[in-house]
């Protein structure tokens, strides 16, 4: 049976209450695991990234981001409260803060974001805590990641940090809606046989049933979609999340579709999904969704890369000869309106650097700033 997992995220908006009623919604729908964020704004992005649209208005994202921020006492009640309704308990950390303190509460799995597969010295710390537990003869937590917006190169750095033991992989598309054409659900396949990990799907598109069904089919083991309590609440991914009543069917038609693979076997149970599928929604569609299994950006993501995912950036107004301390630069995503930096893993190697001109506080970090 797939691990079905509920991205609940950031759609409690800070509310313990509405999190335990997008706990029950989940945990009615037939979800197995629930999966939050803890979100810190600091750790993701600078103050001026730029603005993000609400019903209420067009609001700075860095504002959004803290207005979200909970207490380690609130991920602690959602943990307990999950397990409390027979579900496992998933969170995404964005920096060393939140990966220290969600690692304190014992999160049955951790998750890596797309965003943050190339966030090193988050992977480094997890990697590490990994180690000590093995060493100490502890289960190492496990660990699911996402390769949204990434190309193959990125998962295969990740992974050499990470290791493959208890490590998972879900494919997916970082955009919002995602195209189901864009899919390219048939690589989930190749990446199990690249990596010889689990991998299913983390899926951002809006049927409850296409991508999901067919990415079963695809040999996929983990599936991952957004719940809503209402797509009209004012969550920053409500407007792509699933009502309770879709996830429910979500998780039937999956199940459904487990036991057609079970019963006719992989070949004859791939066909017959597909012969069910194209009724519903086209042979040609169906073909697009499945795609040709080579790993690359999709359309709807090409334009993302490097701006959701990380680079360095300056947190302060610096002055040409001034020696770059650790403070003075971030891992961040860019998104919106500022200049993407260089890769996080030059991090260790320009701090000392000289700048060889005046830099503004959340621009790209740049080799040509310093003296060579």
């Known amino acids: 049976m797939s691990l079905i997992i509920a991205e609940i995220g950031t759609s409690h908006e800070g509310s313990i209450q509405k999190a335990k009623e997008l706990i029950d919604a989940a945990a009615d729908s037939g979800a197995d695991c629930i999966k939050f964020q803890w979100v810190y704004a600091d750790e993701i992005l600078h103050p001026d990234t730029g603005f993000v649209k609400l019903p209420t208005g067009n609001i700075p994202l860095y504002e959004r981001f803290r207005q979200l921020e909970c207490t380690p006492e609130f991920y602690k009640e959602c943990i307990e409260y999950a397990h409390k309704k027979n579900c496992k308990f998933c969170c995404s950390p964005f920096g060393l803060k939140s990966l220290e303190q969600l690692l304190k509460l014992k999160p049955d799995f951790v998750k890596i974001a797309s965003p943050e597969l190339n966030h090193f010295p988050l992977l480094q710390a997890l990697a590490e805590f990994r180690k000590n537990q093995a060493e100490n003869g502890q289960k190492q937590v ?37 195209p189901e054409e864009e899919y390219n659900l048939s690589l989930i396949k190749n990446l199990h046989n690249i990596f010889g990990i689990e991998t299913g799907v983390s899926d951002h598109s809006l049927s409850p049933i296409l991508v999901p069904c067919l990415s079963i089919i695809c040999g996929g083991t983990i599936i991952e979609k957004h719940i809503t309590l209402s ?138 700033d310093f003296l060579v």
């Open 231 to 368: 797509k009209e609440t004012s969550g920053l991914d409500d407007p792509v999340a699933l009502e309770p009543e879709q996830f429910a069917l979500m998780v039937h038609v999956v199940h459904q579709t487990e036991a057609t693979m079970r019963h006719y076997g992989s070949q004859t149970g791939y066909e017959r999904t597909i012969d069910q599928l194209s009724e519903q929604f086209g042979k040609e569609k169906i073909m697009a969704v499945l795609g040709d299994g080579i790993k690359k950006l999709a359309p709807a993501e090409k334009e993302n890369y490097g701006r959701t995912n990380r680079s360095l950036h300056y947190t302060k107004n610096l002055e040409a000869g001034a020696k770059i301390k650790a403070e003075d630069i971030a891992v961040l995503r860019t998104e919106k309106i500022l200049t993407p930096g260089i890769s996080p893993e030059f991090e260790k190697i320009i701090i000392g650097k000289t700048l060889a001109r005046n830099v503004k506080s959340g621009s790209g970090v740049r080799l040509e």
């Open 142 to 178: 496990p660990v699911i990641i996402s390769s949204g917006v990434s190309k193959l190169s990125d998962i295969e750095n990740a992974l050499e940090i990470l290791g493959t033991d208890g490590i998972q992989l879900l494919h997916c598309i970082t955009s919002y809606p995602a």
